[in-house]
């Protein structure tokens, strides 16, 4: 199994409060995603990072921030969560392609999940 | 833009008998597509992925899929089905021109086998 640990794995909180989730990944590997999944919807990438203090959003960004100090390290902040934020959020890497390569096609490795309730 | 469709929520087959778990994608370019299980609780974890040659790729715990350019699917199939198959599965694709190794993933199938 990749070396992903994300904590906390299951938070309640209520709305307004700040929540942040880490990933902390032991690989080395440069890219780092946070997804969310939803009944219907499958995954959604919120953020994603593709190296030290390098980051982009996804699809899903509003009302979301991500920090990335340390390779090893992305951390996923709600500044004032709301009720529609309650999901189950993942946490994913992808290996760096070879030396001489020009594209990755490798295939994404994801955390055991946080589990965020909004009250 | 990429998007992947998984035209069923729900797939329910016997135990022994061969299952498919549909998926048709659009991207702009040409694909690299992907399959994930995900069980109970658990995390996404990776079962096969077509890049390039073959069109029949075969992946772990015996399932294999076949890439269809002409029909933009990518079915997931396993000649006999086991009960411990039943999880939720998660067809992905993403852009060949794409450095950044993002997937976009489908909504999901639900595979149930019964004993």
């Known amino acids: 199994d990749a070396g992903i640990t994300q904590s906390p794995r299951h938070k309640v909180t209520e709305t307004g409060t700040p929540v942040t989730l880490r990933c902390h990944q032991t690989e080395n590997h440069r890219y780092m995603y946070w997804y969310r999944q939803d009944p219907g919807h499958g995954l959604r990438l919120i953020h994603y990072?593709?190296?030290?203090?390098?980051?982009d959003k996804g699809e899903v960004s509003d009302g979301y921030s991500v920090s990335r100090s340390k390779t090893e390290d992305f951390l996923l902040t709600l500044e004032s969560a709301t009720s529609s934020q309650t999901s189950v959020y993942f946490c994913?890497?992808?290996?760096?392609?070879?030396?001489?390569?020009?594209?990755?096609?490798?295939?994404?490795?994801f955390g055991e999940g946080s589990r965020l309730t909004v009250l | 833009a990429q998007s992947v469709a998984q035209p069923e929520d729900q797939v329910n087959v016997a135990e022994g008998n061969p299952l498919t778990v549909k998926c048709t994608y659009s991207v702009s370019g040409n694909p690299y597509l992907f399959w994930y299980v995900q069980y109970p609780n658990r995390g996404l974890q990776f079962l096969l992925k077509y890049i390039t040659g073959d069109n029949l790729v075969k992946g772990s715990y015996g399932f294999e899929a076949e890439f269809n350019k002409s029909q933009t699917s990518f079915h997931l199939k396993k000649p006999s089905a086991l009960v411990s198959d039943s999880a939720l599965y998660f067809c992905a694709v993403r852009d060949r021109g794409s450095t950044l190794g993002r997937l976009y993933f489908g909504r999901g199938t639900q595979l149930t086998v019964w004993p």
């Open positions: 994913a890497i992808s290996e760096d392609y070879p030396s001489g390569q020009q594209y990755n096609t490798g295939e994404l490795f």
């Open positions: 990072s593709y190296g030290v203090k390098d980051t």
